[in-house]
Nanobody, 114 residues
Framework: QVQLVESGGGLVQAGGSLRLSCAASGSIFSSNALGWYRQAPGKQREFVASITVGGSTIYADSVKGRFTISRDNAKNTVYLQMNSLKLEDTAVYYC????????WGQGTQVTVSS
């Protein structure tokens, strides 16, 4: 009954790139704006990026110009392409519905090294 599954995290060097994936159930994917949140150690969870069913996107100021969120309707998957990664991007990244985030899972760890 898992609704959303994040994957793609890992260890990358500062300035590098990483692509996260969020596989969603069809009913959730087709009916909700989806997006990414992240939580760094000792800090509150924060919004990163979102995308609506129609493809409209919103980004946190901290990632604008570096991250790109997208949807693949055939695969019921949301992606987060992360470029020019910084040390402060290190966090556990979570995928969830946006307007009512109902499906917190385990997330995927992104670690950026110097």
């Amino acid at each position: 009954q898992v609704q959303l599954v994040e994957s793609g995290g890992g260890l990358v060097q500062a300035g590098g790139s990483l692509r996260l994936s969020c596989a969603a159930s069809g009913s959730i994917f087709s009916s909700n704006a989806l997006g990414w949140y992240r939580q760094a150690p000792g800090k509150q969870r924060e919004f990163v990026a979102s995308i609506t069913v129609g493809g409209s996107t919103i980004y946190a100021d901290s990632v604008k110009g570096r991250f790109t969120i997208s949807r693949d309707n055939a695969k019921n998957t949301v992606y987060l392409q992360m470029n020019s990664l910084k040390l402060e991007d290190t966090a556990v990244y979570y995928c969830n519905t946006i307007f009512v985030p109902r499906y917190w899972g385990q997330g995927t760890q992104v670690t950026v090294s110097s």
